[in-house]
């Protein structure tokens, strides 16, 4: 089967560092997507990450790990702004059917 | 990804009636894929098209759904004789071209489908 697990809710605090995690198992796999979302907005790309290790990109970076079926989404510097869902999504064979978690809600505080 | 154009923004239907959803994806992207997300919960796909094709639709139930991307003109989601279950938001993304590995990237802002 597919699926993708991610928990459902983080809380942090400005500054700080926050990590979500998502594992997943799915019949094939041809890369990983985080997307943000903003409540009534549409998803924004964030990272993608086809092979082993770390991408990083400003305050975001994104890991992966095939092996595991792992991949976490690290945001430093945490801003008010990042108050958001966060998805993690991965490509399925053949590329054409992208599988989507139910999303990471993350409060940042002040 | 204000490129992905999707219309109306908002839909409001009574049980029974059609709703049209459209898509018009960024210029010179042929590729557009549909995706329906209930309140508090993720993307689920439903289809992905080429001009003049469906690839696959493996995502859209058997009744009631279709859709469609004409040589020209927007791609449509048609769902016929809604029902309350169908009230989500869908969203249309687009890509230049599907590759194994090349994400897309670009969403439109979404329909909100309501049926009362």
């Known amino acids: 089967g597919q699926n993708i697990d991610q928990p459902t809710e983080m809380t942090a605090t400005e500054g700080a560092i926050v990590q979500i995690n998502c594992t997943y198992q799915?019949?094939?796999?041809?890369?990983l997507f985080w997307y943000q979302q903003h409540a009534g907005e549409a998803p924004t790309f964030l990272s993608y990450n086809v092979l082993d290790g770390l991408e990083e990109k400003g305050r975001f970076s994104s890991f992966l790990s095939r092996s595991k079926g792992y991949s976490y989404l690290l945001l430093k510097e945490l801003q008010m702004k990042d108050s958001a869902s966060y998805l993690c999504a991965v490509i399925d064979t053949g590329g054409f059917k992208t599988i989507f978690g139910a999303g990471t809600r993350l409060f940042v505080k002040a | 990804n204000a490129g992905v154009m999707q219309n109306p923004r908002h839909l409001v239907r009574r049980r029974g009636q059609e709703a049209r959803l459209r898509c018009s994806p960024m210029?010179?992207?042929?590729?557009v894929y549909w995706y329906r997300q209930l309140p508090e919960e993720g993307l689920k796909f439903m289809v992905y098209l080429q001009k003049e094709n469906i690839i696959d639709e493996s995502g859209m139930p058997k009744e009631r759904f279709s859709a469609e991307f004409p040589k020209e003109g927007p791609s449509i989601l048609r769902i016929q004789q809604v029902v309350r279950g169908d009230s989500a938001a869908y969203f249309c993304?687009?890509?230049?071209?599907?590759?194994?590995?090349?994400?897309?990237?670009?969403f439109g802002q979404g329909t909100r489908l309501t049926v009362v």
């Open positions: 993304a687009s890509s230049y071209l599907r590759r194994t590995g090349d994400p897309e990237a670009f």
């Open positions: 799915t019949s094939g796999f041809n890369g």
């Open positions: 210029k010179g992207h042929s590729h």
